[in-house]
C-alpha cells in the first residue's frame, strides 16, 4: 500500500469513527484531528487559529500541546492582516487549501512575508499550509507548520480530499454540540448513530434535504439515504411523522409557545470580514471575487 493511499485510508477511518459513531455528549476530537493532519503532512505542529472582532490572530488549540505559544512571548498578539495567508483568505474569499509559499506577490509583498517570517522563525514556523473551516463571515482554520521543506502539489492535492470531509466534521458537532444528556440517551436507544441524529435535529428545524446538506456539508442524496434510516428507526413514513415521533420519544425538543423564541442561538464565533484601506490590497487578476467589506 502506497504512502498515499495510507493517508487516505487514515482520514476515512477517522471520518467515519465520528461520523457513524453512537451519540454523545463529547468535546470535538481537535487532538485527534490535528494528529493525523501532522502525520498525513508531515509537519512539526497543527495549530487551530481563529481572528477576533479586533482582527487579532488568535491560536485557540495547539498540537502537540505546549509546541507553540498560545499567545507571544512579548505578550502583543500580531495584527492579522499582516499573515501572509490570512490576507489571502481576505482579499480573494477562497476556501480552498492555501500553502504560504503559494501566496502571490501582488497579496503579499516581500516586505511583508520577510516581516512575518521574522516574527514565526523563532517557533520553528518556516512553511505553513491552511486548511479553513469557515471563510466569508471571517475566518477560521487548521493550520500545518513545518521548518524545512515547502508543501508541494501532493500536499495541496491531499488537503483538498481532506478539507471536505473536516468541515463536515466541524459541521455536524456544531449541530449536536448543545444537546441535552437526556436526548442522547434517547438516540442511543433506538441506535441512531452521530450523522443520523444532526439529520434529525435539523429535521426538526423545517429543514428541507437540501438545506440539510448545505449545513452539514454533504449532498441532498446523503441525506434522503439518512432520512431512509431515521424513518424505519422510527417507525415512520414521512418527515413530518418522523419530527412529531421524536418529539414523542424525547429526541427534540418541544416547538415553543406561539409568540416565543424560536430554535437555539447559534454560540459561533462570528469572525470580521477584512477590514478596508491600506491593511488589505486590491484583489489580484487571478480571482474576480472583490474584497469583502467590514462588519459592522
Known sequence: MSRTTRRHAAWLELVGDILQGQPGAAEF???????????SFDAACCSLNVVDRAWVDHVVGGWPVGFLPM???????PDATTHPL??????????????????????????LCAEWSAFARPFGITHQLALPLRVGEGIESYVVSRPDDDYDDADADLAALVLPALA???RQHRVLRDVPAEQYD??????????????????GEGLTAQAIARRLRTSPRTVHKHLEHLYRKLGVRDRLMAVQRARDAGLLTAPPEPGGRRGTPDHTLLIPSPRTGDHLPAAPALTSAPPARPAG
Not at 476530537?29 to 502525520?39: F, S
Not at 499567545?71 to 498578539?77: D, K, Q, R
Request: aromatic share 6%.
Open 186 to 203: 434517547c438516540a442511543y436507544g433506538i441506535r441512531l448513530t452521530r450523522r443520523e441524529f444532526a439529520v434529525l435535529r435539523l429535521l
Open 29 to 39: 476530537p481537535h487532538a485527534q484531528v490535528a494528529d493525523l493532519l501532522i502525520e
Open 168 to 170: 463536515a466534521l466541524v
Open 86 to 111: 490570512i490576507r489571502w483568505y481576505a482579499v480573494t474569499g477562497s476556501s480552498a487549501p492555501q500553502s504560504l509559499g503559494r501566496v502571490p506577490r501582488a497579496v503579499a509583498g516581500p516586505r
Open 71 to 77: 499567545a507571544p512571548p512579548s505578550g502583543v498578539l
